[in-house]
């Protein structure tokens, strides 16, 4: 087997089942690139690495990444071993131990069903926190599933579905990780209610200005199963919204232009 079906499977499964981005640039399988063998002085992958330069942080940096894109699958330390033996044959033009011919599908039969299970914990926790959510003292819960904890009345109107509004906010994980914020950016954000994920779009038209209020979003009225970067599949989402007026693009944020700190969900909206 060539270096080229090692990549052209790794991409493709990665594409398949993870990142439906990276499926575009995989490789055809073609005749056998020759490479030299590694040098003996090649540091194994369980040694203790130094990172000093910033090549080796920013190689590191890659594995990471690698890392995120598999993380569904739960792989446990024992398997990482057989993982990372495979990555290396194949990075380094080893022969192979098996054929991709033979084992490319239950590769990614076993990817359908790691992904799977990882979908339906993540239903079971989104339910769990939803529940634990809707019984907290001052919870309000909607129709859709939308929880909110109005903390701040407003005295001003509230915003219709067409309207932009000016808002600062903070939106964390159920476990309280930050994925984005306008506070910490020091700047109010701007953005069409018509362009933005259902939940906002529901529960800021409840709001009026000057109120604040702690919005829970259900999976599916925000990233649903896709998830984004930073956000897994089928997680709620905790936003802490002050809502500071309604107006168009051009005069919600004095000084500063609309698409100017895009917040992540008009980003969503979008795509």
């Known amino acids: 087997m060539t270096r080229k079906h090692i990549s052209f499977a790794t991409v493709a499964f990665v594409a398949a089942l993870i990142g439906p981005a990276l499926a ?3 490789p055809a399988r073609g005749a056998p690139a ?3 063998a ?5 540091v194994p992958v369980d040694a203790q690495l130094q990172l000093q330069s910033e090549q080796q942080k920013t190689l590191y940096a890659l594995g990471l990444a690698l890392a995120q894109s598999l993380d569904r699958l739960n792989l446990q330390e024992s398997e990482v071993a057989y993982l990372l033996h495979g990555f290396e044959d194949g990075v380094l033009g080893r022969s192979p131990k098996v054929s991709l011919d033979e084992y490319g599908p239950k590769v990614q ?3 359908k069903e790691r992904v799977a299970a ?3 914990r993540e239903r079971t926790k989104a339910r769990d926190f939803l529940a634990k959510m809707a019984g907290e003292p001052g919870a309000r819960k909607t129709d859709s599933g939308i929880i909110i904890f109005a903390e701040q009345e407003g005295t001003g109107p509230n915003p219709k579905k067409t309207d932009t509004v000016r808002v600062n906010y903070e939106g964390k994980l159920p476990d309280g990780t930050v994925f984005d914020s306008s506070i910490r950016r020091g700047q109010p954000a701007s ?3 018509d362009r933005v994920i259902p939940c906002w779009a529901e529960a800021l038209q409840a709001m009026k200005v000057g109120g604040k209020a702690r919005i829970v979003c259900p999976p599916e009225l925000a990233y649903g199963a896709e998830g984004r970067p930073g956000i897994p599949p089928n997680s709620p989402l905790v936003f802490e919204v002050h809502l500071l007026g309604i107006g168009d693009a051009a005069t919600a944020a004095p000084g ?3 698409a100017e700190h895009q917040p992540l969900m008009q980003e969503k909206a979008r795509r």
Do not use: I, V
Not at 38 to 42: C, F, L, Q, S
């Open 24 to 26: 575009a640039e995989a």
């Open 34 to 36: 020759a490479k030299a």
């Open 38 to 42: 590694p040098p003996a002085t090649t």
């Open 109 to 111: 039969a076993l990817g």
């Open 118 to 120: 990882a979908a339906e």
């Open 191 to 193: 953005f069409a209610l």
């Open 256 to 258: 500063k232009g609309a």
